[in-house]
Nanobody
């Protein structure tokens, strides 16, 4: 089992920045991909960004490309999502997830999930 705990969400004005973090613990068994997803009220969970085990490959959704950056620190078992130039449409609960295949952008391809952290961007 893998446990994931997100932190760093909050309320920010449009144009502002936030940094989300996700700490992983437990038995991962093999190198894993880490991803971020988000879910706004009444909408499906959508892919935001992912990073491979070594950290040398990342992939981001077009809606956040150039504004959000994903990174990881395997020594600390952590992944981060740096978000800049936030927009009201970025408002959602953000989840980190662990998967084992690259590149996967659908939620059902990830095996473990955190409880989520709320990001609210005011206009």
């Amino acid at each position: 089992q893998v446990q994931l705990v997100e932190s760093g969400g909050g309320l920010v004005q449009a144009g502002g920045s936030l940094r989300l973090s996700c700490a992983a613990s437990g038995r991962t068994f093999r190198p894993y991909v880490m991803g971020w997803f988000r879910q706004a009220p009444g909408k499906e969970r959508e892919f935001v960004a992912a990073i491979n085990w070594s950290g040398d490959s990342t992939y981001a959704a077009d809606s956040v490309k150039g504004r959000f950056t994903i990174s990881r620190d395997n020594a600390k078992n952590m992944v981060s999502l740096q978000m800049h130039t936030l927009k009201p449409e970025d408002t959602a609960v953000y989840y980190c997830a662990v998967g084992y295949y690259w590149i996967e952008v659908t939620a059902d391809r990830y095996d473990y999930w955190g409880q989520g952290t709320q990001v609210t961007v005011s206009s």
